[in-house]
């Protein structure tokens, strides 16, 4: 059996293998899509995943949401609240990624044992403490309490992931820089944030798809509908009545992780070479 053979036979067996796990992490998004064509009383009828009838009601009633607020606006507002938190992070975790890679500065050591020490940090532990400061500033109730933080590089995962991908940029690079008349900040912008795409890329996606997905800090932080993200909308969709339209909620449910699966996919390759080369393990 010749090299060629042997490794496609391998493959072929992975695969084999992978398929069925593959079927069990994917079908409950595959019942929950086909259930939002469905009635409540054929979801908790039958155990079949094709409905006997496609009906979009599911889709049309569940877009119009609860009283006047369609999730029409609960999508516009998760885009006000994802997307300058997202740029913010990228921006400010470079920067300070950046600093502690290529540059020494007193306590240096000790401010980056203080960096590490916040990862330990679960957040139910600073929860209190930034709500009574969110509270004072009259922050609450917006969504500042999201993008500041951002601004300011207060999630030490990011940093962290930016300075294990930097340490495997060569230091070379930063001295033909110099040589060419380049300051620390065009190193930064023309050599190293070109060479950061994958990391940028896997820091984006992680901090997008944690902030869409975001329950309880816009529960803490936000308690006006008009402020509501998805995550907070589909609640009170649930809340709404006593007999709850699971059929809508599963439809809503569906286009509010629609955009995250999409955005996935399409830069999965720079989030895996991200992953893989910023010495992040899941």
């Known amino acids: 059996m010749d090299v060629r053979t042997h490794r496609n036979i391998k493959l072929t067996v992975t695969y084999l293998l992978l398929i ?19 009635t409540n009383g054929e979801i908790f009828g039958t155990l079949n995943l094709l409905p006997e009838h496609f009906l979009l009601d599911g889709f049309i009633t569940g877009w119009k ?12 507002n998760t885009l006000k609240l994802v997307i300058p938190t997202v740029l913010a992070t990228l921006l400010s975790a470079t920067f300070v990624a950046y600093g502690f890679a290529r540059f020494n500065f007193p306590f240096k050591k000790i401010f980056f044992a203080l960096m590490i020490s916040m990862l330990m940090l679960p957040n139910s532990v600073v929860i209190i403490p930034r709500y009574i400061l969110f509270n004072k500033w009259r922050w609450l109730d917006s969504y500042l309490p999201f993008w500041i933080p951002a601004l300011f590089a207060c999630n030490s995962f990011f940093i962290f992931m930016m300075i294990q991908f930097l340490r495997s940029i060569p230091k ?12 620390a900040f065009s190193i930064l912008g023309r050599i190293l944030v070109p060479l950061m795409k994958p990391a940028l890329f896997s820091a ?17 932080y936000i308690s006006k509908v008009k402020y509501f993200p998805l995550s907070l909308g589909l609640r009170i969709s649930v809340d709404s009545a006593s007999a709850v339209q699971w059929n809508q909620v599963m439809a809503m449910s569906t286009l509010s992780i629609l955009p995250t699966i999409i955005i996935f996919f399409c830069s999965q390759r720079y989030f895996i070479e991200g992953v893989a080369t910023s010495g992040i393990k899941g």
């Open 172 to 183: 070379d690079l930063d001295e033909a820089a110099k040589i060419d008349g380049c300051n």
């Open 204 to 220: 984006g996606l992680f901090q997008l798809m944690w902030t869409w997905n975001d329950f309880f800090n816009c529960l803490i």
């Open 65 to 76: 949401g609860v009283g006047k607020t369609t999730f029409g606006l609960f999508f516009r």
């Open 20 to 38: 069925p796990f593959m079927i069990v992490m994917v079908y409950p998004l595959i019942w929950m899509f086909f259930a939002g064509f469905k």
